[in-house]
């Protein structure tokens, strides 16, 4: 029993430090955190979906979720040196545990060339049944794009096994899929910070620490 509550408090603590990690080192444009804000919502609205139209679901968190979340990143977020965390952008994106932008390309290019290669495959080699007209379409597309987003998460799970240890896969895997709840905690003054002019977090809670 012991060792079981010591194995969860483990588990919580390094949930904890990847959060933090992920936090202080990725997210310091008011822009980025308020489209994480954005991100977050729609992405509870594609989870309550999941379990009634996974299509639909893989739809807005694909079409929504992942471009705004995303979008941050690659278009807001400063890539210069961190004087906060005293790190250059190289260091940190080689330091990354989850997805760096250089995987992100690979994972959102996959995203982004599955609605040709489902239009010109409507059956994807033979995986699905052809949808009629546009609405069949777009749900073989969810179908496809619910596929790409569960392997991305499984594969890299499995590659952090093999990186680091199954603990640290398992932690990881749980906190992309709690990020959206997390995020809403976290990022939901963001968007009044950005009106009031703040471009930038100003991060005095990760100096103090």
Same mark, same amino acid.
């Given at each position: 029993?012991?060792?079981?509550?010591?194995?969860?408090?483990?588990?919580?603590?390094?949930?904890?430090?990847?959060?933090?990690?992920?936090?202080?080192?990725?997210?310091?444009?008011?822009?980025?955190?308020?489209?994480?804000?954005?991100?977050?919502?729609?992405?509870?609205?594609?989870?309550?979906?999941?379990?009634?139209?996974?299509?639909?679901?893989?739809?807005?968190?694909?079409?929504?979720?992942?471009?705004?979340?995303?979008?941050?990143?690659?278009?807001?977020?400063?890539?210069?040196?961190?004087?906060?965390?005293?790190?250059?952008?190289?260091? &940190?994106?080689?330091? &990354?545990?989850?997805?760096?932008?250089?995987?992100?390309?690979?994972?959102?290019?996959?995203?982004?060339?599955?609605?040709?290669?489902?239009?010109?495959?409507?059956?994807?080699?033979?995986?699905?049944?052809?949808?009629?007209?546009?609405?069949?379409?777009?749900?073989?597309?969810?179908?496809?794009?619910?596929?790409?987003?569960?392997?991305?998460?499984?594969?890299?799970?499995?590659?952090?096994?093999?990186? &680091?240890?199954?603990?640290?896969?398992?932690?990881?895997?749980? &906190?992309?899929?709690?990020?959206?709840?997390?995020?809403?905690?976290?990022?939901?003054?963001?968007?009044?910070?950005?009106?009031?002019?703040?471009?930038?977090?100003?991060?005095?809670?990760?100096?103090?620490?």
């Amino acid at each position: 029993m012991k060792q079981q509550s010591s194995s969860f408090a483990s588990c919580m603590e390094a949930l904890r430090i990847q959060r933090w990690d992920d936090h202080r080192y990725y997210h310091h444009s008011r822009i980025n955190q308020s489209l994480h804000f954005i991100s977050a919502m729609s992405f509870l609205v594609a989870y309550v979906l999941l379990f009634i139209d996974p299509a639909l679901s893989a739809l807005i968190a694909w079409g929504v979720s992942m471009t705004s979340r995303q979008a941050g990143h690659f278009f807001f977020e400063p890539r210069g040196f961190d004087h906060v965390n005293q790190a250059t952008h190289e260091h &940190k994106e080689d330091i &990354k545990l989850g997805y760096n932008l250089r995987r992100k390309v690979v994972l959102m290019s996959l995203w982004a060339v599955a609605p040709g290669v489902l239009y010109l495959s409507p059956s994807f080699f033979g995986l699905l049944q052809p949808g009629s007209g546009i609405q069949g379409y777009l749900h073989n597309l969810g179908l496809v794009w619910l596929a790409v987003g569960l392997g991305g998460l499984v594969f890299r799970t499995l590659h952090l096994f093999f990186l &680091k240890d199954v603990m640290t896969g398992l932690v990881w895997m749980l &906190k992309i899929m709690t990020d959206p709840f997390h995020d809403i905690m976290l990022y939901w003054r963001s968007p009044l910070a950005l009106l009031r002019g703040e471009l930038i977090d100003p991060m005095t809670h990760a100096h103090s620490r």
